[in-house]
């Protein structure tokens, strides 16, 4: 039964990430993977040896919806280096598609881990302040199509938009801070597609998967969360280009903290 609490509690998440994705660049799923993990515990299929994989395979679908409102309003606001995402964008979408495939052989609790200490290292190379060469460019084309695989890969794995390699990325190769954030924006939408499609296929053929589960892709859930991180992702890009990028920087990483700290607590207890 979907009780109005857990209702209401997805369409808060939901509103949280889409504001998030708006304002940083990123997909939202840091925020989601851990509530859709919620959702499944309190509908009695936590423990299923799929739970992790469903919990990432929504993520991604509801980060179809999430980053075209965040790419769109960031568009608008011509933020967007389009000659890097196209470039970024076959390799990401080849990393996506590989780390959809890989993940189906990986055990749900080597998933989580990987999760987590995914989510700590981010944090503490969000919230430190190193300035990048002077001379620091984008690599070539070779390079890029490298880089964004292995970024889509990684956020294959842990259900996330790419948003927090991506902008740290660009950071370090002297992008403005807007700038990378809303070119990450950019890449995000078609690592969400791919990784959407990665996951659906690979579920199809899982045998006494939850009712209302595409593959690995929880449908009540996306229809839930959809709607509030479509409304809010715009509401994110206004306030990127009011705040100073560095505060916002730092907020982020006490998120991604306080969060990999939650779900080890889980893990482990």
């Given at each position: ?5 857990i209702?209401?509690a997805?369409l808060?998440?939901?509103?949280a ?21 919620w959702a ?5 299929i ?10 990432i395979g ?10 075209f409102?965040s790419?769109?309003a ?8 389009w000659?890097t ?5 076959p ?6 598609l590989l ?5 189906k052989y990986?055990?749900t609790?080597?998933l989580?881990?990987?999760f987590?200490?995914f989510?700590a290292?981010i944090a ?12 620091r ?9 490298a ?5 889509g ?11 927090s ?16 954030i809303?070119?990450?924006s ?6 969400a597609?791919?990784?959407?499609i ?7 053929h899982?045998?006494n ?18 709607v509030?991180?479509?409304?809010f ?7 990127a ?11 982020f990483g006490?998120?991604?903290?306080l ?6 607590w889980?893990?482990?207890?």
């Amino acid at each position: 039964m979907w009780s109005w609490d857990i209702i209401l509690a997805l369409l808060a998440v939901g509103s949280a990430a889409g504001f998030i994705a708006g304002l940083f660049g990123v997909g939202g799923g840091t925020l989601i993977v851990p509530v859709v993990l919620w959702a499944l515990q309190l509908q009695g299929i936590g423990g299923h040896p799929y739970a992790q994989h469903l919990a990432i395979g929504t993520s991604f679908a509801v980060m179809v919806f999430t980053t075209f409102s965040s790419m769109y309003a960031q568009h608008k606001k011509h933020a967007i280096d389009w000659t890097t995402v196209r470039q970024m964008t076959p390799g990401m979408i080849l990393g996506v598609l590989l780390g959809a495939v890989s993940a189906k052989y990986m055990p749900t609790l080597a998933l989580q881990v990987f999760f987590i200490a995914f989510l700590a290292f981010i944090a503490l190379k969000t919230l430190r302040d190193s300035k990048p060469k002077p001379s620091r460019t984008l690599p070539a084309l070779l390079g890029l199509t490298a880089v964004g695989t292995l970024f889509g890969a990684a956020s294959s794995w842990v259900g996330i938009g790419g948003g927090s390699l991506s902008v740290p990325f660009l950071l370090y190769c002297n992008f403005p801070a807007h700038r990378a954030i809303g070119t990450s924006s950019g890449l995000a939408w078609p690592i969400a597609i791919a990784g959407t499609i990665g996951y659906f296929a690979n579920g199809l053929h899982i045998a006494n998967l939850p009712e209302g589960a595409a593959g690995f892709i929880y449908l009540p859930a996306v229809a839930i969360l959809s709607v509030a991180t479509i409304l809010f992702a715009p509401l994110g890009v206004k306030t990127a280009h009011k705040l100073p990028a560095r505060k916002l920087k730092i907020a982020f990483g006490i998120m991604l903290l306080l969060i990999a700290a939650k779900m080890a607590w889980n893990l482990i207890h």
